[in-house]
């Protein structure tokens, strides 16, 4: 069973910046992708962003391009999320997740961590 333990999460205010990890226990064919998504209060969970463990192709939603970075530490198992220029609506609870293939959907990831919340206050 892959687990996934995200960390990072907490209280800001507006354009502050917060960097979200999330540390897997395994890096095989079943993580092939990781993905960060969102859920706030009300609202459907929804994608931020993805990054395959190999190769350069990396996925933004439109409304943190340019703010947020995915990245990733293959020799921790470790992706990252480094967001700036925080805004109220960035207010959420963020998931990791981990996939086959690189997709923007949540039917798509296999695994799931517990999220963290972050939450940016004006």
């Known amino acids: 069973q892959v687990q996934l333990v995200e960390s990072g999460g907490g209280l800001v205010q507006a354009g502050d910046s917060l960097r979200l990890s999330c540390a897997a226990s395994?890096?095989?064919?079943?993580?092939?992708?990781m993905g960060w998504f969102r859920q706030a209060p009300g609202k459907e969970r929804e994608f931020v962003a993805a990054?395959?463990?190999?190769?350069?192709?990396?996925w933004y939603a439109d409304s943190v391009k340019g703010r947020f970075t995915i990245s990733r530490d293959n020799a921790k198992n470790t992706v990252y999320l480094q967001m700036n220029s925080l805004k109220p609506e960035d207010t959420a609870v963020y998931y990791c997740?981990?996939?086959?293939?690189?997709?923007?959907?949540?039917?798509?990831?296999?695994?799931w961590g517990q999220g963290t919340q972050v939450t940016v206050s004006s």
């Open positions: 997740a981990a996939a086959r293939a690189l997709s923007r959907a949540t039917t798509g990831y296999n695994y």
């Open positions: 395994e890096r095989t064919f079943r993580t092939n992708a």
């Open positions: 990054k395959p463990w190999s190769g350069g192709i990396t």
